[in-house]
């Protein structure tokens, strides 16, 4: 007897093929929308004009005007916000004499905020043609002023203003001057170097004298000062803690 040969397979074989056509035009369709969603956000993000810059704020200007600061960062309304380059921008506005540092973000979708910490005078130096320069901790000239403003210690140099960048002696003061117990700090009209860069001359508004020395052991020097500036002493050495010096 000769069995029956099972048609199943022939019967299968139409079913399959639907199927898998179906397959790859569903792979087709999902490899597709990736490549439209990448196209979009590539477009939203580089060729639309819905990313772009359409305002700069600045905050933290004193003696700059936000007008200054925009005008250095150099970012045109309508430039793609992708685009902008926050260190760069940050340079520029830091070219700025009176900034100190600035900070660069961008506000999605549209906007460019610039913070700026401005460099703050710590001495006046008298001007041989009048007036001050009015320089901070680093040297830098940050403004120039008719009359000396009573809350900075006049600087004993020779130099001007302008040339004291970098300058170890205005350096030492400055840290030393930071340093002072807000009673001494009142008292200070003057500061200078008292023949190096490391030893610091401080000349008091009641025309007292005072030796600090360099800008180390800051608290001791302040406790023996706060002792001895209520004696009759004139001239008072701390240069060296432990070893105090008066005449």
Do not use: C
């Amino acid at each position: 007897m000769t069995e029956a040969t099972p048609a199943t397979t022939d019967a299968a074989a139409p079913a399959a093929t639907p199927r898998r056509a179906r397959t790859r035009w569903r792979a087709a369709f999902f490899v597709l929308a990736g490549v439209g969603i990448v196209a979009g956000v590539v477009w939203a993000l580089f060729g639309s004009r819905l990313l772009v810059v359409r305002s700069v704020t600045v905050t933290g200007e004193h003696l700059v005007t936000s007008a200054q600061v925009i005008a250095a960062a150099d970012v045109p309304l309508g430039t793609s916000l992708v685009n902008v380059d926050t260190g760069l921008v940050a340079r520029r506005v830091e070219g700025i004499r009176q900034v100190a540092s600035v900070t660069v973000s961008k506000d999605w979708p549209d906007h460019l905020s610039i913070t700026v910490r401005e460099r703050v005078p710590v001495v006046a130096v008298r001007m041989a043609g009048g007036g001050y320069d009015l320089v901070d901790s680093s040297g830098v000239l940050v403004v120039w002023s008719r009359t000396n403003p009573a809350r900075l210690p006049l600087y004993q140099t020779s130099a001007g203003g302008g040339a004291l960048r970098g300058d170890p002696g205005l350096a030492t003061a400055a840290a030393v001057l930071a340093e002072l117990s807000p009673a001494v700090s009142k008292q200070v009209a003057e500061v200078g170097a008292a023949g190096t860069a490391n030893q610091v001359l401080l000349g008091l508004r009641d025309g007292k004298t005072v030796l600090w020395g360099g800008a180390d052991d800051a608290a001791q020097k302040n406790r023996e000062l706060a002792v001895l500036l209520g004696g009759a002493a004139h001239y008072i050495d701390v240069s060296a803690t432990g070893t105090v010096v008066t005449k």
